[in-house]
C-alpha cells in the first residue's frame, strides 16, 4: 500500500493546497496578492450588467 496524501473532493480544494503550500514553504507574502485578486474578481463579478459598471472600470 502507498503512503500518498488523500485528494481532498469539491470546488473549494484548491483553497486548502494552495493554504497548506503557503503554510509549509512560508510563502505568505502571496497572501495579500491572493486576496487582492479575488476582491478584484468578485467586484467585477458582482458589478457586471448593473449602472455602476461603468464607473467601476473607469477606475482601471
Do not use: E, H
Not at 502571496?30 to 472600470?57: D, H
Amino acid at each position: 500500500m502507498t503512503n500518498r496524501p488523500r485528494r481532498k473532493q469539491g470546488t473549494l480544494a484548491i483553497f486548502g493546497d494552495f493554504w497548506q503550500f503557503m503554510r509549509v514553504r512560508k510563502k505568505w507574502w502571496l497572501a495579500p496578492i491572493l486576496i487582492t485578486m479575488l476582491l478584484l474578481s468578485a467586484l467585477i463579478v458582482v458589478t457586471q450588467g448593473s449602472a455602476v459598471a461603468p464607473f467601476i472600470y473607469a477606475l482601471f
